[in-house]
């Protein structure tokens, strides 16, 4: 075969070809109803994060999106609770406890911005809070912060003899 024009100028390229497909006698019709996008279109999630206001698409479904807002505070707190890792426990109390969800792979967020602050799910067209379930928020959020801070750094150091916590984190 010779060379011939560049892909996007190939007449095997041409917009009547790509529209018309002839019917393929090894396609099922059950597998052509698996191509209908209508079931993964309402599963699809998009996220507003701030500051910013900017909208973007989940790269995970709704479903795992809820899954993750109905357990993230629970988990920190788990955590919190069985941690038997200083450094661990250094990351968790330096981050404080987690009010909205968040993914860094998943939910990839906006250099500049701090939280996911909305949620809109297709399969019912309606926005949603990304606030963790159980998560306190406001002074309630900094009491149990404080109060967390204090029962792990009564009397803790960590290797340069200051204490934990302090406000300055190690590099």
């Known amino acids: 075969m010779s060379p011939g024009?560049?892909?996007?100028?190939?007449?095997?390229?041409s917009p009547s070809k790509i529209l018309s497909p002839s019917p393929s006698p090894s396609v099922s019709p059950k597998k052509?109803?698996?191509?209908d996008p209508k079931p993964k279109d309402r599963n699809f999630c998009e996220y507003c994060c701030a500051p910013s206001r900017t909208w973007k698409?989940?790269?995970?479904?709704?479903?795992?999106?809820?899954?993750?807002?109905?357990?993230?505070f629970?988990?920190?707190?788990?955590?919190?609770?069985?941690?038997?890792?200083?450094?661990?426990?250094?990351?968790?109390?330096?981050?404080?406890?987690?009010?909205?969800?968040s993914d860094k792979h998943g939910l990839p967020m906006p250099e500049g911005d701090t939280h996911i602050e909305t949620l809109w799910y297709a399969s019912d067209g309606e926005e949603r809070s990304a606030?963790?379930?159980g998560a306190?928020?406001?002074?309630?959020?900094?009491?149990?912060?404080?109060?967390?801070?204090?029962?792990?750094g009564e009397g803790d150091t960590d290797e340069d003899g200051e204490q934990e916590g302090g406000g300055e984190a190690q590099s």
């Open 57 to 72: 698409a989940a790269k995970m479904s709704c479903e795992v999106v809820e899954m993750m807002r109905m357990q993230q």
């Open 5 to 13: 024009p560049s892909p996007s100028l190939s007449p095997s390229r």
């Open 32 to 35: 052509k109803l698996n191509l």
């Open 74 to 101: 629970g988990q920190y707190m788990d955590r919190i609770k069985k941690s038997t890792c200083a450094a661990e426990m250094r990351r968790l109390l330096e981050a404080g406890p987690p009010e909205y969800v």
């Open 131 to 133: 606030r963790l379930e």
């Open 136 to 152: 306190p928020t406001g002074a309630e959020r900094e009491a149990l912060w404080q109060s967390l801070r204090e029962f792990q």
